[in-house]
T-cell receptor
Framework: NAGVTQTPKFQVLKTGQSMTLQCAQD?????MYWYRQDPGMGLRLIYY???????DKGEVPNGYNVSRLNKREFSLRLESAAPSQTSVYFC????????????FGNGTRLTVT | KQEVTQIPAALSVPEGENLVLNCSFT??????LQWFRQDPGKGLTSLLL?????REQTSGRLNASLDKSSGRSTLYIAASQPGDSATYLC??????????????FGKGTKLTVNP
């Protein structure tokens, strides 16, 4: 059972560089989410996708874009990385109903210098 | 006021003690309340999920309760062990007026169980 898989696990970028964080789930879940976790701030929702073909902004979407490529994959793109985007990024997925539990990936630790 | 509050932020107990972690939320109109543990440098592992229609859920030494009227959930850990040391987070999930959902995490309680 792979569950939710995130790549890469670690990444260092220079200010202004771009990159895409990948997320895939094998549980046939409809909903997928991107969170960032920062000390003292907790987990904050960046974007989510309730179903294939739809995406919505969360609490902190500025500086990010997402793509729900298909039902399995949900990617997060940083077009022009900034030091404020240094964080740990988590992807999560959930089943069809709002009563389904969230399952998390192991995270990507991103440093922007 | 934070929508989801976890107090205390940190807790240190001796091995074998029974303990309770608290999660308070401001809106009683919830779908469910989910508890996670997070080990340092790792992702979140789901422990228990309580639906809005339920009062409690149990898994091994863990018992989670939900009281919507008071806006409170508790995670009870029996006979704590050093391996229980981790940060415990609660997630409240509720509907929005537009028919979508809103998920809000507490900031967690860091638990240390001393041998």
């Amino acid at each position: 059972n792979a569950g939710v898989t995130q790549t890469p696990k670690f990444q260092v970028l220079k200010t202004g560089q771009s990159m895409t964080l990948q997320c895939a789930q094998d549980m046939n879940h409809n909903s997928m989410y991107w969170y960032r976790q920062d000390p003292g701030m907790g987990l904050r929702l960046i974007y989510y996708s309730a179903s294939e073909g739809t995406t919505d902004k969360g609490e902190v979407p500025n500086g990010y874009n997402v793509s729900r490529l298909n039902k399995r994959e949900f990617s997060l793109r940083l077009e022009s990385a900034a030091p404020s985007q240094t964080s740990v990024y988590f992807c999560a997925s959930s089943g069809r109903t709002f009563n389904s539990p969230l399952h998390f990936g192991n995270g990507t630790r991103l440093t922007v210098t | 006021k934070q929508e989801v509050t976890q107090i205390p932020a940190a807790l240190s107990v001796p091995e074998g003690e029974n303990l309770v972690l608290n999660c308070s939320f401001t809106d009683s109109a919830i779908y469910n309340l989910q508890w996670f543990r997070q080990d340092p440098g790792k992702g979140l592992t789901s422990l228990l999920l309580i639906q809005s229609s339920q009062r409690e859920q149990t898994s091994g030494r863990l018992n989670a309760s939900l009281d919507k009227s008071s806006g409170r959930s508790t995670l009870y850990i029996a006979a704590s062990q050093p391996g229980d040391s981790a940060t415990y987070l609660c997630l409240r999930r509720r509907a929005t007026q537009g028919g979508s959902e809103k998920l809000v995490f507490g900031k967690g309680t860091k638990l240390t169980v001393n041998p």
